[in-house]
């Protein structure tokens, strides 16, 4: 019972020595049946969704097949809808994202596993929970009105003068776009992947720890060649579970990327993601087709994010039984 | 041998004083936030902000009062809607259920749990808008609900488990029904617990703003009951913020700040509720 992961430790002893006459009497059949109710309709609304999304898709995804992937015409008057700027908008900008986030959340999280004193980490672990709280439309907010006008005044004329003759670093600095929405995604998901290392960083057993530094290793050299590698999958599984919330944030993203349809080389350039053409177009679409395709694009998110939990949930578990099991 | 002794600790020391700086930056953020929102919002918050409508398109004045109804309107939808099945469900699934069954309802919570807010909005707007060919604040609700149903059933299952099993016996023995013994004994013991759970997924959806695009839309004047287009703050933020008007990003700023705060002080509430009560396992 101490543990979480015992399923289901007091149901059947008790319900199953009575008949079923005896359980209705006492209302325990009710009950149950009243919560399977409850627990039903979760698996049912998650369902629901899933039929929403492929039903309300039906006309482009027949009309346009896989096509609807690969091309990049975007044109509502002539009813050609291609997903492929929007793929590549929301491709790039959380790669900037999990570029800037992985290495400042896993140093961050080896700083609080590692080094800090329990009190401090959970101190700041305090904080960094908080800051998984704020809302995505607040730093969006703050991404308009103060990290646009520092990239476009300070930051991406800095690069452009050091490292212009890399393409991704080439074109006018406007300040919106892919790089922009890459950091503000990175502010973001930062606090995930701190919270998740964390946790998995502190599951190493000490052992370890205590045996790569009898065998003479550095405080550091312990930490990255003994402590990181055995949490390495669950270090992976954050970053998964960081990268499916960046490729479905919205609000953050649309605030700051300039929503135009367009695959560039250059990480300077306004461009547009799945979310936030949905975000933008939804209520504004009009003709079934246009609508339509808006859902395939929720349906396309929808399937990335899917996959991408799963993979995370999957490499978390495996890397905490693999602690625990040494402890 | 020492040279290089040497240049291992400087390593060791230079490495673990840089994951020291990567830990103090991401914190710095937090403070850099609310120093800013303090800071810009503060000074532009006032009475009129709390009691006007918003002004006519164009000229300065007025304030979110309508969002702010139509944001706790839309929060009471939400929590009525899911946290009743969030919390019978986690039940069923911590006393009722076999492993088979509670496995597919934690996946489908899960799942549910991971689904992009606008894809959340899609579906809202499809169960809840297209039907009755209209915006309303039930639809805004219903999809606020529908996420606040995986973060209450999987955080509340959790607490009910961490009951010790001596407790349930004890009221079982005393020939108590198991519903009796769930309803009397097992619920309050992890009833704090289960409030931070509400508190959290309250406050998760609090901030949300791509689900109530398409929903509830928005509305520059009183949105008349629960059957109409209403205005909330997030949706102002961000309409607001993206208008030309310096009177309008003034007042996003003010509205940023009533919702962090809000936010973060729930946040901090539920963590107080849960740091008083009895230990529990870690989720």
């Known amino acids: 019972m101490a543990t979480t992961s015992t399923t289901v430790p007091s149901a059947g002893p008790f319900l199953g020595s009575r008949s079923f006459l005896a359980r209705l009497r006492e209302g325990d059949e009710i009950a149950r049946l009243v919560t399977l109710l409850f ?39 002539f009813d050609n809808f291609g997903a492929l700027p929007f793929i590549f908008g929301t491709v790039v900008t959380s790669a900037v994202a999990l570029f800037i986030a992985v290495p400042l959340g896993i140093g961050a999280a080896i700083f609080l596993a590692e080094l800090a004193p329990a009190r401090l980490s959970d101190a700041l672990e305090f904080f960094i929970d908080l800051l998984a709280a704020v809302p995505s439309v607040i730093y969006g907010l703050l991404g308009i009105f103060i990290v646009v006008p520092v990239m476009r005044d300070v930051i991406q004329p800095a690069l452009k003068n050091t490292l212009g003759f890399i393409p991704l670093f080439k074109g006018p600095a406007f300040g919106i776009g892919f790089l922009t929405a890459g950091i503000v995604l990175a502010i973001m998901v930062i606090p995930y992947i701190i919270s998740v290392s964390r ?26 060649k003994v402590v990181v590698p055995f949490a390495r999958t669950g270090i992976m599984g954050s970053i998964f579970l960081a ?22 080389a250059s990480l300077f350039s306004p461009g547009d993601s799945i979310a936030s053409v949905i975000a933008n177009q939804f209520t504004e679409a009009t003709g079934e087709l246009y609508t339509q395709s808006l859902i395939e694009l929720g349906l396309v998110l929808f399937l990335l994010t899917f996959i991408l939990n799963g993979l995370a949930r999957v490499l978390i578990l495996v890397t905490s039984q693999r602690g625990s099991a040494h402890a | 041998m020492n040279a290089r002794l040497r240049w291992r600790k400087f390593v060791s020391n230079f490495m673990l004083t840089m994951t020291g700086v990567c830990a103090l930056v991401s914190v710095a953020v937090l403070f850099f936030i609310l120093g800013y929102l303090v800071y810009h919002g503060g000074a532009s918050i006032n009475w009129d902000f709390f009691t006007k409508l918003p002004a ?90 529908v996420m606040m149903i995986p973060i209450t059933l999987r955080s509340t299952e959790q607490f009910l488990l961490g009951v010790p099993r001596t407790l349930r016996e004890g009221a079982m023995a005393l020939g108590a029904s198991k519903w009796k013994t769930i309803a009397t004994v ?4 992890a009833y704090r617990g289960i409030l931070t759970a509400v508190l959290l997924a309250f406050a998760r959806v609090a901030g949300e703003t791509a689900p109530l695009l398409f929903t509830a839309l928005g509305n520059r004047f009183w949105s008349n009951g629960w059957n109409e287009p209403t205005a909330s703050l997030p949706v102002m933020i961000y309409n607001y913020a993206l208008s030309p008007f310096e009177d309008w990003h003034r007042q996003a700023w003010a509205a940023g700040l009533v919702l962090l705060g809000l936010i973060l002080v729930i946040n901090i509430v539920a963590r107080a509720i849960l740091a008083r009560g009895i230990s529990v396992p870690r989720a």
């Open chain 1, 39 to 77: 627990a039903a309709s979760v698996v049912l609304i998650t369902l629901l969704i899933v039929y929403e999304l492929w039903q309300g898709s039906v006309l482009p995804r027949h009309k346009f097949g896989f096509a609807f992937l690969r091309t990049s015409v975007w044109d509502p008057n």
């Open chain 1, 199 to 224: 946790e998995i960083l502190l599951s190493v057993p000490r052992d370890q720890r205590e045996a790569a530094l009898a065998l003479g290793s550095t405080r550091w050299e312990s930490t990255w």
């Open chain 1, 243 to 264: 990268l499916a919330r960046a490729l479905g944030e919205t609000m953050a993203v649309t605030m700051v990327i300039g929503n135009t349809p367009a695959i560039a």
């Open chain 2, 56 to 145: 006519p398109v164009g000229e300065s004045g007025g304030g979110m009062a309508n969002a702010i109804l139509g944001s706790a309107k839309l929060l009471l939808l939400a929590t009525l809607f899911g946290v009743p099945i969030g919390f019978f469900g986690a039940i069923y699934l911590a006393e009722f259920s076999g492993s088979k069954v509670a496995f597919v309802v934690r996946y489908a919570a899960d799942l549910l749990n991971g689904v992009p807010s606008i894809v959340i909005g899609i579906f809202a707007y499809g169960v809840a808008v297209q039907p009755f060919k209209h915006f309303s604040t039930f639809a805004g609700g219903f999809a606020l609900g």
């Open chain 2, 186 to 189: 097992v619920v309050p013991a």
